[in-house]
């Protein structure tokens, strides 16, 4: 009985001594995870994949078949993602992330992506692509090894970025003796646009702020300073009447209604009860206008 209980024990320390180093065990997986980033102009664009070798296998045709859905890569979906709206094949494509998949035959490709970011090949559903680009295979180059023999140039599927400026960017997939691009376009100059408009926005609302503080002090040659600045950083219609009753309150008459004037034409235009001020300067044009009788002066 002892006998049978110490070969007992002897097994079960023996086998969770096995589940211990067995869990521990780490080795190099065969489709490695990678991931390639590159900003273009002002937007990431980020693709994410796993990297199968050669491994001395025929690739296309055999391993992945001609004229059947493939996952642009091993294990989970490959994903591309987009921090802004980018243009691809005339599509926009707005930010976020995608799967791809690739169509290859033996003369022409297609380039798919796809809105579901998770996606499997089983899982694919066409109807939620939202673009697709025709493209053809190139070789890329080969490494002599001897005289009498050649080795691809990329042993694991790669994804690279190429001939990249502000405005655009290929996309480029490696692998065995194939090559395929595919461009995206970025609107970094709107974006560019759209940034400034942000920072500055605000700017010239603070000088027209200290304007009308040192009107209120009738220090007016600062006033008039700074509410020049403020129009000069944006022109409003409320910068133009605090210009006029600055100019109003100098005595330059003419000059007054000729801002109250343009503050009048921007007011009109701009969005319904934001012209806070309409009446006062409608008053002030029939005021200080040209032909308007002098106001008598206080005894």
Do not use: C, H
């Amino acid at each position: 009985m002892k006998k049978n209980l110490l070969k007992f024990s002897l097994v079960l320390t023996a086998f969770l001594l096995f589940l211990n180093v067995s869990a521990q065990l780490v080795l190099p997986q065969p489709s490695p995870k990678a991931s390639v980033m590159q900003t273009v102009g002002l937007t990431d664009i980020t693709i994410d994949y796993s990297s199968p070798s050669v491994n001395g296998r025929t690739i296309w045709g055999d391993l992945v078949p001609y004229d059947m859905i493939w996952r642009a890569g091993a294990n989970s979906a490959t994903k591309i993602t987009f921090s802004r709206d980018v243009t691809i094949n005339d599509v926009i494509v707005p930010k976020g992330s995608y799967s791809i998949f690739i169509i290859p035959t033996q003369t022409e490709w297609t380039v798919i992506i796809n809105k579901d970011a998770t996606a499997s090949t089983d899982a694919y559903k066409q109807e939620m692509d939202i673009v697709r680009i025709k493209v053809f295979p190139s070789s890329v180059p080969t490494v002599a090894i001897s005289s009498n023999a050649a080795t691809p140039t990329i042993e694991r599927l790669t994804y690279n970025f190429s001939d990249f400026t502000n405005e655009m960017s290929n996309i480029n997939l490696s692998w065995e003796k194939v090559k395929i691009s595919f461009s995206v376009k970025v609107d970094t100059d709107k974006q560019a646009n759209e940034n400034i408009e942000k920072a500055t926005s605000g700017v010239w609302s603070i000088y027209n702020n200290s304007a009308r503080y040192f009107f209120d002090k009738k220090e007016y040659d600062k006033a008039l300073n700074y509410v020049n600045q403020s129009i000069s950083n944006s022109d409003q219609w409320f910068n133009n009447w605090v210009k006029a009753q600055i100019l109003n309150a100098q005595g330059k008459k003419n000059d007054a209604y000729n801002s109250a004037k343009k503050a009048k034409e921007l007011g009109d235009k701009s969005p319904a009860g934001s012209f806070f001020y309409k009446v006062a300067v409608y008053k002030a044009l029939i005021d200080w206008a040209p032909d308007a009788p002098l106001a008598p002066k206080k005894k």
